[in-house]
């Protein structure tokens, strides 16, 4: 009776081991064959409504320019439709920080990224496009840097993560198998069946940003609810891969920025005990010099906000390790712009709110870029720095008084939009 129970366990031992050698070896045909491709353009938790093309044709110029129906959400910009033998186009991706708010484009640090390169290497041709939308999270980037590919880019720059959770997704599907999904979507074999079947249903949003806190009330729909918080973190990392993955299959370069957040000037926007108390915390260790732990204690009131307008700590860190996997350039503006505030902590020093930097903390970060972008293009003009700021202060100059005036005001109805008194229409769950 044993030795039948030990060959019977041997012959499903001998089954599953073909099985499996014949699984990877079909896995191993379809990666030789390019079957099963995973295609970055589909995105496995939402769909969209509606989508429509950011840039258009202007028939008097005969130039690429903004679609008047995107301007809601996004400033006028515009670019050649014929690119010049000698012109390298950047275009710069992401959500208000990089449209400039609560000003706008003309002192984002795409303005002042395209006069620093024209006064380092003025015998150059230099286009940098502004395409950050008021509200766009990292998957509504993905149709706009789909699109630009069809425009000879020679770089995206894209600077995302604070605006995950302003839209509400419900996630239905996703709930159930993401974990298996993250784990199975590494196979061939997995993405050529999912090709096969129909597609589950998915959130379909608006084709422009609808977020909570345009609603009135919309504060409340905010709740500590971990598993939605999970979801939203994996959708993230999933766009940022998207977003490298479309990029490098096309060999255009691609540069992230880790967006600032404020920590030391910026209390928890919804708490329900312990954001709050660490928020209180570090200001108490802040007033005693203890800056390590005050910066801890502001770290962890960040995490724990349950209306998370700033990039959260392990988004932070997904970033990082992803750009680091995939070897993409990550310029660190936290840390970056965190050296003009004491001990490095970011504050209101050198942000204007909870996330957007001043116009002098645009500069810097144009300067950075400068710095990254050296070594494609080489030896710099010997003067550069002195010709930077020059026309640095010729731009602002030529900003008229009204410039200011209407940034002061955006800034305004901000800091009312992140308390949750909007005067839009009343939010219904």
């Known amino acids: 009776m044993a030795l039948l129970h030990d060959r019977l366990w041997l012959r499903r031992l001998f089954g599953f081991v073909v099985g499996c050698l014949i699984l990877l070896g079909f896995e191993g045909l379809c990666r030789l064959a390019g079957w099963g491709q995973p295609d970055p353009r589909n995105d496995p938790f939402i769909s969209f409504a509606g989508r429509s093309k950011l840039f258009t044709t202007d028939p008097l110029t005969n130039e690429h320019v903004t679609a008047s129906e995107r301007l809601k959400f996004f400033v006028e ?79 995206f720059i894209v600077c995302t993560g604070q605006n995950e959770f302003l839209e509400a997704r419900t996630y239905e599907t996703e709930k159930r198998w993401h974990r298996a999904h993250a784990i199975a979507s590494h196979s061939r074999i997995y993405h050529l069946i999912q090709g096969l079947k129909r597609p589950a249903p998915k959130a379909a949003l608006k084709q422009e940003a609808d977020a909570l806190l345009d609603y009135r009330g919309g504060l409340k729909a905010y709740t500590r ?49 312990p954001a709050a108390r660490h928020y209180q915390k570090g200001q108490e260790r802040l007033a005693h010099a203890d800056f390590r732990n005050a910066e801890a204690h502001f770290w962890r009131a960040l995490e724990e906000d349950l209306c998370p307008l700033r990039l959260l700590p392990p988004m932070g860190d997904d970033l990082v390790s992803i750009c680091r996997q995939a070897n993409v350039p990550c310029l660190d ?97």
């Open 77 to 155: 910009d515009r670019f050649p439709r014929s690119k010049g033998d000698d012109t390298y186009r950047i275009f710069c991706l992401g959500g208000s920080t990089v449209q400039g708010r609560p000003y706008s484009i003309e002192t984002s640090f795409s303005t002042w990224l395209r006069l620093a390169l024209e006064a380092a290497y003025p015998h150059r041709q230099f286009e940098v496009v502004n395409c950050g939308g008021v509200s766009y999270a990292s998957y509504r980037l993905i149709p706009i840097l789909t699109e630009c590919l069809a425009y000879e880019p020679d770089l």
């Open 225 to 273: 609810d971990k598993a939605w918080k999970e979801l939203v973190q994996a959708h993230h990392r999933s766009n940022l891969k998207r977003l490298i993955s479309l990029s490098q299959s096309a060999k255009v370069p691609i540069t992230f920025l880790k967006p600032p957040v404020n920590l030391k000037d910026c209390p928890p926007f919804k708490s329900d005990g």
């Open 333 to 429: 503006l936290h840390t970056l712009l965190g050296k003009e505030c004491p001990q490095g902590i970011l504050g209101d020093e050198i942000l204007v709110d909870h996330v957007h930097p001043s116009i002098r903390g645009h500069q810097l970060i144009a300067n950075a870029l400068l710095e990254h972008l050296s070594e494609t293009f080489g030896a710099r003009e010997p003067r550069h720095a002195a010709a930077r700021a020059k026309v640095y202060q010729s731009h602002l100059d030529s900003l008229d008084a009204l410039y200011s005036a209407h940034g002061q005001q955006r800034l305004r109805n901000l800091h009312l939009w992140t308390k949750g008194q909007t005067d839009g229409p009343a939010y219904k769950k």
